[in-house]
């Protein structure tokens, strides 16, 4: 076997695992929306605020809020918003009249003891700004009003702050230093261009992996050399066609796939932490690295032809092109730099990088041999996904797929997947999908371009336009159903199947072509090995 289907193999297996099916998301705080919220003066819109605080005179990490369904509404800007002094209530649950001067003062108080209005109207009675109530986790409860409180009358504003932040304000107020606050909530743009720009990296990922063939084969360099692979030699009689590694998925692959990848979702659940995180890391720079020598190799030998006919030798892997053994080591610095700053504000770019150029590599090594296997494939997909993220959480009290997306509490994060920041949202985050979502109806495009070339057809009678038009309109609506459920994770494959699987079905049942489509590619040619 050759040395790079050796290495290669695992790594790609490994990533599929990984990345699919994953989820469209925004990376927006955690809000649980519970209780009722009908009694008079508690049906505010629940809205997360920026806290600026200043240790000393020092501008601190701006923390993130959730505001309560009751109290005042808080300014939109830093420049509306006004600075207060911020004292901790004592006592500290703020459930009985306080004894800590708190006039003009924004009180710091900690969850339980007595409903939330109890602790706001408390503190309001001190004089108190605003209350900031810590929680007693990470996430952002709502914080709403009892069945019992009939009318509520707080003016102040009252939010909650993860119990991090708040175990860290309080210990710097138990230190005796001035933490000054400031507290305002920015509008969020009602469209972000940035999930238009993950659309089109998205199709064009998979419409430029489809065409990738087209434009290999344009080329006259020898593929025998194309690749630092173990060969025998221009001279061994071994036809160079013969090379090129195809896999092609069965049916009964599909459903084992599915399973592993279940498995091994539950497992990174269980086990998931920062050495767990480094492992995934390390199996994406290696298929990254492969994925953009791949594609770096095939464009520099089609527009220099020459450099693609010079071949060295090299020890353990005998001839291999020259441009191809030059090409590789910057293909490493490019991934460890991106290692090296991979938590910087630009490290998505040599993220998506590595991640499309990947996906091409990967959508040319695996192929969907006709409907019949797309339909297991990705039925199969649908159905792992849905529960996954929708279902799993009745089980395991949370979505295995969200938990196991969002990384280990080190901040460390799996990097199967294209992000892109929000340019325009004053709260930042990014808005992401996963190699996954991208992989899997990717399979499907590539195979309508393949039977579209072998029957001749045009691009309206076809089936590439159509279903690269569906894939789109999926991610679309993934999008809209993240926009409405106010960014909770969405399992992409839930719009992507029906609008490319199920529109390739419905048009090949419209023109009579679906048992042609279903059985198609039964005598697979260049058929290497069998997944």
Same mark, same amino acid.
């Given at each position: 076997?050759?040395? @790079?289907?050796?290495?290669?193999?695992?790594?790609?297996?490994?990533?599929?695992?990984?990345?699919?099916?994953?989820?469209?998301?925004?990376?927006?705080?955690?809000?649980?929306?519970?209780?009722?919220?009908?009694?008079?003066?508690?049906?505010?819109?629940?809205?997360?605020?920026?806290?600026?605080?200043?240790?000393?005179?020092?501008?601190?990490?701006?923390?993130?809020?959730?505001?309560?369904? #009751?109290? =005042?509404?808080?300014?939109?800007?830093?420049?509306?918003?006004?600075?207060?002094?911020?004292?901790?209530?004592?006592?500290?649950?703020?459930?009985?009249?306080?004894?800590?001067?708190?006039?003009?003062?924004?009180?710091?108080?900690?969850?339980?003891?007595?409903?939330? %209005?109890?602790?706001?109207?408390?503190?309001?009675? =001190?004089?108190?700004?605003?209350?900031?109530?810590?929680?007693?986790?990470?996430?952002?409860?709502?914080?709403?009003?009892?069945?019992?409180?009939?009318?509520?009358?707080?003016?102040?504003?009252?939010?909650?702050?993860?119990?991090?932040?708040?175990?860290?304000?309080?210990?710097?107020?138990?230190?005796?230093?001035?933490?000054?606050?400031?507290?305002?909530?920015?509008?969020?743009?009602?469209?972000?261009?940035?999930?238009?720009?993950?659309?089109?990296?998205?199709?064009?990922?998979?419409?430029?992996?489809?065409?990738?063939?087209?434009?290999?084969?344009?080329?006259?360099?020898?593929?025998?050399?194309?690749?630092?692979?173990?060969?025998?030699?221009?001279?061994?009689?071994?036809?160079?066609?013969?090379?090129?590694?195809?896999?092609?998925?069965?049916?009964?692959?599909?459903?084992?796939?599915?399973?592993?990848?279940?498995?091994?979702?539950?497992?990174?659940?269980?086990?998931?932490?920062?050495?767990?995180?480094?492992?995934?890391?390390?199996?994406?720079?290696?298929?990254?690295?492969?994925?953009?020598?791949?594609?770096?190799? %095939?464009?520099?030998? @089609?527009?220099?032809?020459?450099?693609?006919?010079?071949?060295?030798?090299?020890?353990?892997?005998?001839?291999?092109?020259?441009?191809?053994?030059?090409?590789?080591?910057?293909?490493?610095?490019?991934?460890?730099?991106?290692?090296?700053?991979?938590?910087?504000?630009? =490290?998505?770019?040599?993220?998506?990088?590595?991640?499309?150029?990947?996906?091409?590599?990967?959508?040319?090594?695996?192929?969907?041999?006709?409907?019949?296997?797309?339909?297991?494939?990705?039925?199969?997909?649908?159905?792992?996904?849905?529960?996954?993220?929708?279902?799993?959480?009745?089980?395991?009290?949370?979505?295995?797929?969200?938990?196991?997306?969002?990384?280990?509490?080190?901040?460390?994060?799996?990097?199967?997947?294209?992000?892109?920041?929000?340019?325009?949202?004053?709260?930042?985050?990014?808005?992401?999908?996963? #190699?996954?979502?991208?992989?899997?109806?990717?399979?499907?495009?590539?195979?309508?371009?393949?039977?579209? @070339?072998?029957?001749?057809?045009?691009?309206?009678?076809?089936?590439?336009?159509?279903?690269?038009?569906?894939?789109?309109?999926?991610?679309?609506?993934?999008?809209?159903?993240?926009?409405?459920?106010?960014?909770?994770?969405?399992?992409?494959?839930?719009?992507?199947?029906?609008?490319?699987?199920?529109?390739?079905?419905?048009?090949?049942?419209?023109?009579?072509?679906?048992?042609?489509?279903?059985?198609?590619? @039964?005598?697979?040619?260049?058929?290497?090995?069998?997944?």
């Amino acid at each position: 076997m050759a040395v @790079r289907r050796g290495l290669f193999l695992p790594v790609l297996v490994a990533l599929l695992l990984l990345a699919g099916p994953g989820r469209a998301a925004a990376d927006d705080a955690s809000r649980s929306y519970r209780g009722n919220a009908a009694s008079p003066g508690c049906s505010n819109k629940f809205q997360l605020v920026k806290v600026k605080n200043w240790v000393n005179g020092s501008e601190g990490t701006t923390l993130v809020g959730l505001s309560a369904a #009751f109290g =005042a509404s808080l300014p939109t800007t830093a420049n509306e918003a006004r600075k207060a002094f911020s004292v901790l209530t004592d006592p500290l649950d703020c459930c009985s009249n306080v004894t800590t001067k708190l006039t003009n003062s924004i009180a710091i108080a900690t969850r339980g003891g007595c409903p939330f %209005t109890a602790k706001a109207e408390n503190a309001q009675a =001190a004089g108190a700004a605003g209350l900031l109530v810590i929680n007693d986790s990470e996430e952002l409860y709502a914080m709403v009003c009892n069945e019992n409180d009939t009318s509520i009358n707080v003016t102040i504003p009252v939010l909650m702050i993860p119990q991090s932040a708040g175990k860290n304000l309080k210990d710097l107020l138990d230190q005796g230093a001035r933490v000054e606050i400031q507290l305002y909530s920015p509008i969020r743009p009602v469209v972000e261009l940035s999930a238009g720009f993950l659309l089109i990296m998205a199709v064009g990922t998979i419409v430029c992996a489809s065409l990738w063939s087209e434009f290999v084969a344009c080329e006259q360099v020898d593929e025998h050399y194309n690749q630092l692979t173990r060969q025998e030699g221009p001279n061994s009689g071994t036809n160079h066609r013969q090379e090129k590694e195809i896999f092609e998925i069965s049916a009964k692959g599909a459903a084992v796939f599915i399973v592993v990848a279940s498995v091994f979702l539950l497992l990174l659940f269980y086990l998931m932490s920062s050495w767990v995180t480094w492992v995934l890391i390390v199996f994406f720079c290696i298929g990254g690295i492969e994925g953009m020598h791949s594609c770096l190799v %095939t464009i520099i030998s @089609r527009i220099f032809k020459e450099w693609g006919q010079k071949t060295v030798e090299v020890p353990f892997l005998g001839e291999v092109l020259t441009l191809s053994v030059g090409i590789l080591p910057f293909c490493a610095v490019f991934a460890i730099l991106w290692v090296v700053y991979r938590r910087s504000s630009f =490290a998505w770019i040599g993220q998506d990088i590595l991640g499309i150029c990947l996906m091409i590599t990967v959508l040319q090594m695996a192929r969907l041999p006709n409907i019949r296997v797309a339909s297991a494939l990705l039925s199969a997909a649908f159905v792992y996904d849905i529960f996954w993220v929708f279902i799993s959480p009745l089980i395991f009290h949370e979505s295995v797929m969200i938990a196991v997306a969002s990384g280990d509490s080190s901040g460390e994060a799996i990097p199967m997947l294209l992000r892109i920041p929000r340019f325009f949202d004053p709260w930042g985050g990014y808005d992401m999908i996963g #190699f996954g979502d991208i992989i899997f109806p990717g399979l499907l495009v590539a195979f309508s371009y393949r039977f579209d @070339r072998a029957g001749k057809k045009g691009i309206l009678n076809g089936y590439f336009l159509w279903s690269t038009v569906g894939y789109a309109v999926g991610l679309f609506l993934t999008y809209l159903a993240l926009f409405l459920m106010d960014g909770h994770g969405q399992p992409a494959l839930l719009y992507l199947v029906p609008c490319t699987l199920g529109l390739i079905v419905v048009l090949g049942w419209i023109r009579g072509e679906l048992p042609h489509l279903w059985n198609y590619g @039964r005598r697979s040619e260049n058929l290497v090995e069998q997944v």
